[in-house]
């Protein structure tokens, strides 16, 4: 038996790993989340390290674009040029020719734009709790086809942001800080961090969709950033979630970390659309 416990209030896809996303008013979803979703990397150049805002001091100014297909990605189909929107309204294709000479400068060291993994994957990860500067490789759970860190799928619900806003009234708690694919708007009467109680269970969006919850969302320094979209520097995020929401993690050995929203694996494919119901077994 599934209970409907809301609707997508949006949907975000992100052309390029720790750019801002494309809002999109319908996705196809595949066996590795939203098509195109992170297909596209910055690459460090001499490290050959995946380019992160995980590591802020390193790829934070990424976080100050967004980036959009200049096409609608088809399945099993080369993916199409990518658009960089920069702070000051240019925008760059990424394949004029020129965007990693822009990137390159923009980040003070030679990086290329890649939808091609390198053989070894190694991206790094800040760790936001330690009081001292303490850095983890979190290459090997990145899921395969694409950029992602981990999961095919990152949710968070208006209900958590209600929450988190209501616990801390002086901090802008944007859904955009936490870099979801959906934004799930929760039923009437559903209040507080609801996503908690869907990890182990199925959720189901539209007739077709379906994927398996498997843990709560870490979070790591990036909603801490300044971000595209006018989203102010605030430390003060993490630490809100880290004192009301602090939650075991079964992918990183049930460690406790503060996290908001979950991540799911695809066990069913097709369409979803904003607006289109979401319930779960």
């Not at 880290?242 to 460690?255: D, T």
Request: charged share 25%.
């Amino acid at each position: 038996m599934a209970d409907i416990i809301g609707t997508i209030q949006s949907i975000r896809r992100y052309a390029i790993k720790s750019m801002g996303p494309q809002e999109i008013d319908r996705a196809v979803i595949g066996a590795h989340g939203i098509l195109g979703d992170r297909g596209y990397a910055v690459i460090d150049g001499k490290t050959n390290k995946v380019g992160s805002a995980k590591m802020p001091k390193k790829w934070g100014a990424l976080l100050g674009l967004s980036s959009a297909y200049t096409a609608e990605p088809e399945d099993g189909q080369p993916l199409p040029a990518a658009q960089i929107n920069w702070p000051d309204g240019s925008s760059t294709a990424s394949d004029a020719g020129d965007a990693d000479d822009l990137l390159s400068e923009l980040l003070g060291r030679p990086v290329r734009l890649t939808t091609t993994k390198p053989e070894e994957i190694s991206l790094e990860r800040m760790d936001p709790l330690a009081a001292e500067e303490i850095i983890a490789d979190i290459g090997e759970i990145m899921m395969e086809g694409r950029f992602s860190d981990y999961a095919a799928m990152h949710m968070l619900t208006d209900a958590s942001i209600a929450e988190l806003s209501r616990l801390s009234p002086g901090i802008d708690f944007n859904p955009g800080r936490f870099r979801p694919n959906l934004v799930i708007e929760a039923a009437e009467g559903l209040s507080g961090f609801v996503e908690n109680d869907w990890v182990g269970k199925t959720v189901c969006i539209g007739d077709d969709v379906r994927m398996r919850i498997s843990d709560p969302t870490p979070r790591c320094l990036i909603p801490t950033q300044a971000q595209h979209g006018g989203i102010a520097k605030d430390m003060k995020v993490v630490s809100t979630i880290l004192e009301h929401n602090k939650l075991q993690v079964p992918v990183l050995e049930n460690e406790e970390l503060p996290c908001v929203g979950v991540y799911g694996f695809i066990t069913g494919t097709g369409a979803i659309r904003k607006g289109a119901p979401v319930r779960v077994e």
